[in-house]
């Protein structure tokens, strides 16, 4: 192969992946951010896999992502439309409960903010908790295209499994 062939591959196979990775911060209803973020990467078949990072919370590990393609009826949910369901091992992560379970709805637009900061539109996620086969809470806030720790942006709460703060 010649170098110009080499490097349309490496440019197709760079612009695949990145096209692929999406990465949005947790904020609350409230707008502050939560110090967790999700780091999405598709598969192209409709599943996706990745990390809840959790650098910002002074953790040393991360949590895995697992899930896939879904669309969640507005009907009666505080957000809807397409995105990605996924499970979330950040309990396990943050407290070694092995019987604890997170999932999310996301979507994969970051909310905008209006000239005051404040987030526009739709919830951008929504979480549901379990413990021991038992739902206990969960909580929902907007989708935030600054990522705590990054550019200057400051976490403002912990984790957002948390309950609303």
Do not use: H
Request: aromatic residues 12%.
């Amino acid at each position: 192969m010649n170098m110009k062939t080499l490097a349309v591959i490496a440019l197709c196979i760079l612009g695949c992946t990145f096209a692929s990775a999406q990465t949005f911060g947790f904020a609350s209803v409230g707008g502050g951010l939560y110090c967790n973020y999700e780091q999405l990467t598709s598969s192209g078949t409709g599943a996706w896999g990745g990390l809840d990072n959790l650098s910002a919370c002074g953790s040393g590990v991360n949590s895995t992502i697992a899930g896939f393609n879904a669309t969640l009826p507005p009907d009666g949910q505080v957000t809807g439309g397409a995105g990605v369901v996924y499970g979330d091992s950040i309990y396990a992560a943050l407290s070694a409960d092995p019987f604890a379970q997170w999932t999310v709805f996301t979507r994969l637009t970051c909310n905008k903010q209006n000239r005051y900061g404040q987030y526009e539109g739709k919830y951008g996620w929504v979480g549901a908790a379990a413990f021991s086969g038992f739902y206990v809470g969960g909580n929902q806030g907007f989708l935030s295209c600054s990522i705590p720790g990054k550019a200057g942006a400051q976490a403002t709460k912990g984790p957002s499994i948390r309950q609303k703060q």
